[in-house]
């Protein structure tokens, strides 16, 4: 059974600016305190989360702007420096419409590090960016491109049964598909957690750095943040992994 070693240099790849906290904040604590190489690369520009919102005066470019700030300030608090935080800005909510770029910047990404451990956003998370990010680190393990990197998934929206149903179904019925893919999907996968007692206090602190997503703007007071029931299921005891074994090891 892989396990996760706080010694492992690491690369966390997030679709979006606040990911990288939620599902693994605490796994970087434990890999700094151990003196490990850790880097974040997000992948889209986060431009989406309040672009649609009718009370949104803020400008695309500066969206992009302020979370890439919340960003380096988040990992901050978790100890990175800021030059171990990079963005690919592609566009947010169209990942997968940039699937070839993504996946050939990734790869370049990831042999320019070498890391000992790659941490990806669950496939199961169901939303489109987070999907399109899982599907391109496993195509590219399948292609034998992590360079021997460990793989793991960590799981953000999976924690909300809403995203389990699949695309378009959003009667009772796709709820109940939903429900039976991810109990396969549990009964399939490798998990493994990691303890982060003594350290929620500081992730909270890093995650209310991305104060736009979490309602603490003071230049937008009316912009919604994350439920505080989701959000408790990032501050228990343990993150909560699943490893993606080699390819080799299906056949
Ligand atoms: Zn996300």
Same mark, same amino acid.
């Given at each position: 059974?892989?396990?996760? /070693?706080?010694?492992?240099?690491?690369?966390?790849? $997030?679709?979006? =600016?606040?990911?990288?906290?939620?599902?693994?904040? %605490?796994? !970087?604590?434990?890999? #700094?305190?151990?003196?490990?190489?850790?880097?974040?690369?997000?992948?889209?520009?986060?431009?989406?989360?309040?672009?649609?919102?009718?009370?949104?005066t803020t400008s695309r470019d500066a969206l992009v702007e302020m979370r890439e700030r919340e960003t380096r300030l988040a990992c901050g608090e978790?100890?990175?420096?800021?030059?171990?935080?990079?963005?690919?800005?592609?566009?947010?909510?169209?990942?997968?419409?940039?699937?070839?770029?993504?996946?050939d910047r990734l790869a370049e990404e990831i042999a320019a590090r070498r890391p000992d451990e790659i941490y990806v956003c669950a496939l199961v998370?169901?939303?489109?960016?987070? /999907? $399109?990010?899982?599907?391109?680190?496993?195509?590219?393990? %399948?292609?034998?491109?992590?360079?021997?990197?460990?793989?793991?998934? @960590?799981? +953000?929206?999976?924690?909300?049964?809403?995203?389990?149903? =699949?695309?378009?179904?959003?009667?009772?019925? %796709? @709820? /109940?598909?939903? +429900? !039976?893919?991810?109990?396969?999907?549990?009964?399939?996968?490798? +998990?493994?957690?990691?303890?982060?007692?003594?350290?929620?206090?500081?992730?909270?602190?890093?995650?209310?750095?991305?104060?736009?997503?979490? %309602?603490?703007?003071?230049?937008?007071?009316?912009? =919604?943040?994350? =439920?505080?029931?989701? #959000?408790?299921?990032?501050?228990?005891?343990?993150?909560v992994f699943f490893h993606i074994p080699p390819v080799q090891e299906f056949r």
């Open positions: 059974m892989t396990k996760i /070693v706080a010694g492992r240099s690491c690369l966390v790849l $997030a679709p979006h =600016p606040d990911d990288e906290t939620l599902g693994c904040g %605490g796994v !970087v604590m434990h890999k #700094l305190a151990a003196w490990s190489h850790v880097e974040v690369i997000v992948a889209t520009d986060g431009a989406a989360s309040h672009l649609d919102d009718p009370t949104c978790l100890g990175l420096e800021p030059d171990h935080v990079s963005f690919l800005r592609f566009p947010d909510g169209a990942l997968a419409q940039h699937a070839r770029d993504l996946r998370d169901g939303h489109r960016d987070h /999907v $399109a990010l899982a599907q391109a680190v496993r195509h590219l393990a %399948g292609e034998g491109r992590l360079g021997g990197a460990i793989h793991w998934e @960590y799981p +953000v929206w999976s924690f909300d049964f809403r995203s389990w149903r =699949p695309p378009g179904r959003t009667n009772k019925a %796709g @709820y /109940v598909l939903g +429900v !039976v893919q991810m109990l396969r999907t549990l009964r399939a996968a490798h +998990v493994s957690s990691v303890s982060i007692k003594g350290l929620q206090a500081r992730k909270r602190r890093a995650l209310d750095q991305h104060r736009s997503q979490v %309602g603490l703007l003071e230049e937008e007071p009316d912009w =919604p943040g994350l =439920p505080e029931a989701f #959000l408790s299921f990032f501050f228990r005891d343990r993150e």
